[in-house]
């Protein structure tokens, strides 16, 4: 990797950095997760982090005055930070500083300091590199901390005592693991027990910042090597112990069930390779959570999780807000996912019927798609004789679907009978009766009993109303 970074600095916006701080007589560094990322060969990042000794802001004003439409500053006084939005860039800008913070809160005392001073506050050695910004060492990465050997060897480790670091801002503890499934690198042992032993300070952090980090993770390639971490370090417990509560094999007489978090870290890490969808890789995620709370042995039938889908997707709700996770129809469809969630494997397991996948469409409505993949995602069997047999039967249902769906165009179903039409055809105000009449076409359409088409329906409906005693004006019929 290059310890000449000339390149990293070529877009136009850094010369006009470089006059304003020459201008202003600083001393300034493009700092942080630009360079990490330069060094690593990624697409110019979004954000570019600006460290001048000195006052930041004041360089951010300076900055913004010479850029072409002169962007405005936002300024964050408390911080002594300043943000310019220019083109399709976020610049941070930040005087360099010593920090030390308090047990209990994530915000720091702030005293100025020099570069390698704000180096070392900073969380990963991996993000303390710089790039000189200044005429005489113009381009030059400098790096006390040797950020570019653990950028090289694929490590995350901390410039200070990593107890000291993660103690300092517990937000910490979740970048490192983020990091390190984004990245595929490995967190330093002794970072890795700092964790441990710190990780109830996980407390002090918003719930926000860990969703964050959260999501983060779950969008990552392989997901499942977060959660291994999270689960090493014993953080998993702390912020998500639904899924905590899988772990486990129990053996009664003999018998066996499956240890459902780690077959959970596969499914999910199943279902990345398929869509990049947060939501439904959340899905993915919490789909099995309602085993913990209802498994029982039954004598006769062995490990049951009965209802298992249903006190799952309760748990979704609960869980969500919790996290102060959003409560919209982003949930709606993690719950409705984890409601549906056995019922095509359950379905491709017995003789595929045209009604059951006519039901399956009619829940699933236009998530069937998302619930496919999800359902294929939870195969994780490693006898290839089953499957090679669930994989088969899927296809089945998957054809039974187009089949079903072009002929009778159930996904959003809309009857073909009204209850406007029940009420005039009968005569009758408002009454239970309709919904009776309502339900019974439906189901009579599920069941392939029908067409779902309007002339069959209305002489169902007739039938079914004088089943109830009700007999339609003359002229309807
Ligand atoms: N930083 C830190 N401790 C934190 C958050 C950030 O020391 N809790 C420092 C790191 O040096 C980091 C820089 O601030 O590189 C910018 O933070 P941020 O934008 O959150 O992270 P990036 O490293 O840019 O990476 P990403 O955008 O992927 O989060």
Redesign the pocket.
């Known amino acids: 990797m290059p310890r000449d970074c000339q390149e990293a600095i070529k877009n136009p916006v850094f010369t006009t950095i470089v006059d304003s701080s020459k201008e202003l007589a600083l001393e300034t560094y493009v700092?942080?997760?630009?360079v990490?990322d330069f060094l690593l060969g990624k697409r110019s990042?979004k954000?570019i982090?600006i460290v001048t000794v000195g006052s930041g802001i004041a360089l951010a004003q300076k900055v913004a005055e010479k850029l072409s439409g002169k962007p405005r500053v936002q300024v964050f006084k408390n911080f002594g930070t300043a943000m310019v939005h220019y083109q399709n860039h976020e610049l941070e800008f930040v005087g360099a500083r010593k920090e030390s913070y308090s047990k209990d809160s994530r915000k720091p005392r702030v005293e100025d300091g020099n570069l390698e001073d704000d180096q070392r506050?900073?969380?990963?050695t991996i993000?303390?590199l710089a790039i000189s910004l200044n005429e005489a060492t113009y381009g030059q990465l400098l790096d006390p901390f040797q950020g570019l050997q653990d950028l090289e060897k694929g490590i995350i480790r901390t410039p200070l005592d990593p107890g000291i670091t993660y103690s300092d801002?517990p937000?910490?503890m979740l970048?490192a693991i983020r990091f390190a499934a984004?990245l595929d690198f490995s967190i330093e042992l002794s970072s890795l027990q700092a964790i441990t032993i710190h990780k109830d300070r996980i407390k002090i952090v918003s719930r926000e910042r860990i969703v964050d980090e959260l999501h983060?993770i779950i969008l990552c390639d392989r997901p499942s090597t977060g959660l291994k971490l999270l689960h090493k370090t014993e953080l998993l417990p702390l912020i998500l112990p639904e899924l905590s509560a899988l772990e486990g094999i129990e053996e009664i007489e003999g018998q066996r069930h499956k240890d459902n978090f780690w077959h959970t870290l596969e499914v999910l890490d199943n279902i990345a390779r398929h869509t990049d969808d947060l939501w439904l890789r959340w899905a993915a995620l919490l789909h099995d959570i309602g085993k913990a709370p209802t498994k029982r042995f039954d004598k006769k039938i062995g490990w049951t999780f009965h209802a298992h889908e249903f006190v799952g997707s309760k748990m979704v709700y609960k869980l969500f807000k919790r996290m102060r996770m959003p409560l919209n129809e982003k949930m709606k469809f993690v719950q409705k996912l984890v409601l549906l969630s056995s019922r095509p494997i359950i379905l491709s397991q017995d003789f595929v019927t045209d009604s059951a996948v006519r039901r399956l469409i009619f829940d699933a409505g236009d998530q069937i798609e998302a619930l496919m993949t999800l359902c294929e995602a939870d195969i994780t069997t490693k006898n290839p004789v089953r499957q090679k047999k669930y994989l088969s039967n899927f296809k089945l249902v998957r054809e039974k679907m187009t089949e079903v769906e072009e002929r009778d165009r159930i996904r959003n179903f809309q009857p073909p009978i009204s209850g406007e039409l029940i009420m005039a055809t009968f005569n009758i105000p408002p009454s239970k009766e309709i919904g009776l009449i309502k339900d019974a076409i439906k189901e009579a359409i599920l069941d392939g009993v029908i067409p779902n088409e309007y002339r069959p329906a209305y002489q169902f409906m007739l039938d079914q109303g004088r089943k109830l005693g009700l007999e339609p004006l003359k002229n309807k019929e």
Do not use: A, E, V, W
């Open positions: 700092i942080g997760g630009y990490r990042p954000d982090d506050r900073r969380d990963f993000n303390t801002d937000l910490r970048r984004q983060k």
